[in-house]
């Protein structure tokens, strides 16, 4: 028949599972012919697109039970172990005694206001807390809202909202309480054959043709291949979603790092986290009395409080010089009486510089090239673009014919293999470097140029008194800043929130 219409296996089995049926669940159709979704809706499509397949879809609201939450409702939710609470109290309590009383009762008191009112059992005002009438029937009966039983009876999985006995309570119950399940968006498909597709298989308009992924060797012996139609490959329908394992973006980030450094000739040097004043500070020619050495920028430790100092006294000594009068740097130094006392507290590393500087202390002579990857640690308030933790880079070069001109070469290729390839440098002021120079970059994906870390050369008030003679390029870079550009992040703190979609969806290759 040259109207005949040729079906692959799936397609066949649809057209004869709808036949005068009228409209059946894309899932029930699934179950029963024991097929993928997928498969079934690219078959649909196919004959949606000649008239003969009507395709409804629905948006419904699934609601996804997290796999504790039947045990939670089980033994109680907050609002529920109010209800007692209030009961045994007579029925009303001052609004600060209950929240004692919850507390000593581990009752979370934020979820019993906002859920317990909810629900219509708890009401709250300047009198207090009391149970209301539909609270003290709630305990008496024993049976359990329309949310938790839902909770219960999904035992875990997925259900269809509007499948419940009351959608409306339902949601407005669970669907801003992640702890216990979420609300998920869906598309119900429903599938039917229209008046033209009815038609078509009653007239024995549709035939079954035998499709393979493949040919056999016993296909081309036998012959049979020339009956056998390959299946087309259509990689724009939908498929199933999947997430395979991936480094954490700000792991990958401090590797593509570490690996450009390596890769530069570069030497990785660490040190504790846990850090004496001296190294962290004074070694750095930074004052006893600067403001970055006070409380509110930086941690001091309790326990042990201060450590000792380098055992090379001499060294000490030329630090010591240094701040106060120059030594012999050719410097004034900063005027002031230098402390050993201030310089044997115990911090936490406010600067992986702390790291590249003892590095420079144990190898004051060319060559060495020599890096640092760490966490840093800052007394500042959490916003979206500063955390009192974070990791930080640093690195350092001797060469005895260093120059500002080395410098921005080598941190322009460094830049470029961190993937930005507009580099610019602008003039800058750090305390222990000079001359002082900003890294600016230029992203493509905003149009604007970005600062990313400062640089410079170390003075002679910071490299001689560690015994070396020699130009020392320096510079540092916060990684967590250089992930943000990177993954296009507004908020710092996303990076840590260990939100595991954001983290699925998140591009790495870029």
């Known amino acids: 028949m040259s109207d005949t219409l040729q079906l692959d296996e799936a397609a066949f089995s649809l057209w004869q599972a709808l036949q005068s049926k009228g ?6 159709l699934a179950a029963e012919l024991k097929l993928d979704q997928s498969r079934l809706m690219a078959a649909a499509l196919e004959g949606s697109a000649g008239g003969f397949i009507a395709i409804d879809e629905q948006e419904a609201d699934e609601l996804v039970p997290n796999e504790n939450a039947a045990d939670l409702v089980r033994g109680g939710l907050p609002e529920r172990q109010a209800l007692r609470l209030l009961l045994d109290a007579g029925g009303q309590l001052a609004t600060g005694d209950f929240a ?40 008496a009966v024993k049976t359990y809202d329309v949310d938790e039983t839902a909770l219960i009876e999904a035992n875990g999985k997925p259900v269809d909202v509007d499948a419940l006995p009351d959608p409306h309570r339902v949601r407005q119950l669970l669907g801003k309480r992640p702890e216990l399940a979420k609300m998920k968006a869906r598309v119900r498909r429903s599938l039917a054959l229209t008046p033209a597709g009815e038609q078509l298989i009653a007239s024995g308009g549709i035939q079954r043709k035998l499709e393979r992924n493949l040919l056999t060797m016993d296909d081309l012996r036998s012959g049979a291949w020339r009956e056998i139609t390959l299946r087309a490959y259509d990689v724009t329908l939908p498929a199933e979603t999947v997430h395979p394992a991936k480094i954490h973006p700000l792991r990958k980030m401090i590797e593509q790092t570490r690996r450009a450094y390596l890769e530069m000739g570069f030497t990785e040097v660490v040190s504790p986290i846990v850090e004496s004043s001296f190294w962290n500070f004074d070694a750095l020619f930074q004052p006893q009395d600067h403001p970055a050495r006070d409380m509110q920028d930086t941690f001091y430790m309790d326990e042990p409080s201060m450590t000792d100092l380098p055992k090379d006294a001499a060294l000490v000594d030329r630090v010591r010089r240094a701040h106060e009068d120059g030594g012999d740097t050719g410097s004034e130094g900063w005027g002031y009486k230098w402390s050993p006392e201030r310089a044997r507290q115990v911090v936490l590393r406010t600067h992986t510089t702390a790291s590249t500087i003892r590095a420079l202390a144990r190898h004051p002579n060319p060559p060495l090239k020599a890096f640092c990857v760490g966490w840093v640690c800052r007394n500042e308030t959490m916003s979206y673009k500063h955390l009192p933790v974070f990791h930080q880079v640093d690195g350092i070069v001797i060469d005895e014919h260093a120059s500002l001109a080395t410098l921005l070469g080598t941190l322009e290729t460094f830049y470029k293999k961190m993937g930005f390839k507009q580099v610019k440098f602008k003039p800058a002021f750090y305390p222990y470097t ?37 130009p020392v390029l320096a510079w540092g870079l916060g990684m967590e800043r250089l992930a943000m550009i990177r993954y296009g992040l507004s908020d710092i703190r996303e990076l840590y929130q260990g939100r595991i979609e954001a983290l699925q969806e998140m591009a790495l290759a870029q």
């Open 23 to 28: 409209a059946v669940p894309l899932s029930q």
């Open 100 to 139: 004692k009383a919850a507390a000593g009762a581990k009752i979370a008191v934020n979820e019993v206001f906002k859920w317990g009112v909810a629900r219509g059992w708890i009401e709250k005002d300047k009198q207090g807390v009391r149970i209301t009438e539909a609270g003290r029937s709630a305990d």
């Open 434 to 470: 000079e001359p002082s120079v900003d890294v600016v970059v230029y992203l493509e994906s905003r149009k604007k140029w970005i600062e990313m870390g400062g640089s410079g050369i170390f003075r002679p008030e910071v490299t001689e008194p560690l015994g070396c003679k020699h």
